[in-house]
């Protein structure tokens, strides 16, 4: 059975830290992208960023390149996001999401529609 499930959510100040993990079980997640998605209350959904466990690719959106770090124990089947420098704009339920194959270096995009697997989220609060 296919699982993502994060943790690391919290309420911070604005200028904090907080830092995301996404444990994967039920497969092996070798040569598939993973990343990061949040969904700000009446906002669509968007892609933050995106690791491919294989090596070698990572993609960073423009608001959080810079202050935001994606990484990936393929030991421990565990995807992280180190966010630091956190903004009140940056309040988002947190999303991990995998797939094998994506448009994201031929679009430069992530797009929702590219990942088939999904956690439940968990709640990013930040306070000015």
């Known amino acids: 059975q296919v699982q993502l499930v994060e943790s690391g959510g919290g309420s911070v100040q604005a200028g904090g830290s907080l830092r995301l993990s996404c444990v994967a079980s039920?497969?092996?997640?070798?040569?598939?992208?993973m990343g990061w998605f949040r969904q700000a209350p009446g906002e669509e959904r968007e892609g933050v960023a995106a690791i491919y466990t294989g090596g070698g690719k990572i993609y960073y959106a423009d608001s959080v390149q810079g202050r935001f770090t994606i990484s990936h124990d393929n030991a421990k089947n565990t995807l992280y996001l180190q966010m630091n420098g956190l903004t009140p704009e940056d309040t988002a339920v947190y999303y991990c999401a995998a797939d094998r194959e994506t448009h994201i270096q031929a679009l430069g995009v992530m797009r929702v529609a590219d990942f088939s697997y999904w956690g439940q989220g968990t709640q990013v609060s930040v306070s000015a």
């Open positions: 039920g497969y092996t997640w070798i040569n598939y992208w």
